[in-house]
């Protein structure tokens, strides 16, 4: 069981995160740059995915070149937040499958309530990227992992931006055999299960729904 978490630091992620934390950066601007950091995102989680030769000619000459099963790459957003996620990685991985998971957040209970699942056929054959912006309380993403696992892709790896320590400690808990992505561990979360210092509601910011 391994717990992993990757922290993926890098100062152009760190830099881009910065902004889409400051409260006057508009709709627009965090949904670009959720975008553009998730391209960033997509390198490092894909570092270690499998490569096939496949012959091919250059202008000069015949090789076996090394390419990835783009097919075989599942992306699963965990609406609404994910979106943005997805869009950026799509970006990287143009020809990567893509499923959805609706969940939102009982306010009162902050249990995770599931109203729409669909995802690409012959799982089994695939490597899942799940995405959702905020490990805040991990009620969400531990529910998407659950119907995710019941699928029995051929791998599965968590991709967020910003994870609290609480939302790590639960998604482990349930899921040590997933592999968790993710720009920044913040402090904790507040009273209503708000990432702290966070950057507000991801949904509404990247939507402007508020
Ligand atoms: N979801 C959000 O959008 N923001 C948080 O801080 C926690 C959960």
Request: charge should be neutral.
């Amino acid at each position: 069981m391994s717990k992993e978490v990757h922290v993926i630091d890098h100062p152009l992620i760190q830099h881009k995160l910065s902004l889409m934390r400051q409260k006057d950066t508009g709709t627009a601007s965090f949904r670009q740059l959720l975008q553009e950091i998730s391209m960033l995102m997509a390198y490092e989680v894909t570092r270690d995915m499998p490569v096939t030769l496949h012959p091919i000619e250059t202008p000069l000459a015949e090789m076996d070149a090394p390419m990835l099963d783009g097919k075989k790459i599942v992306l699963i957003s965990i609406l609404r937040a994910g979106t943005a996620i997805l869009n950026g990685m799509l970006g990287i991985l143009p020809s990567a499958r893509v499923g959805h998971i609706g969940l939102y957040r009982d306010p009162k209970t902050l249990v995770a309530v599931e109203y729409y699942f669909k995802v690409p056929n012959e799982m089994h054959d695939r490597d899942v990227i799940a995405v959702d912006p905020m490990l805040a309380t991990g009620n969400s993403a531990v529910a998407a992992i659950d119907r995710i696992k019941a699928t029995k892709p051929r791998s599965l790896k968590f991709v967020c931006l910003l994870a609290a320590p609480e939302g790590l400690a639960a998604f482990h808990e349930h899921h040590p055999d997933v592999p968790v992505y993710t720009a920044a561990v913040d402090e904790r979360l507040n009273e209503k299960g708000y990432i702290l210092p966070g950057l507000g509601d991801a949904g509404d910011r990247m939507f402007g729904t508020k």
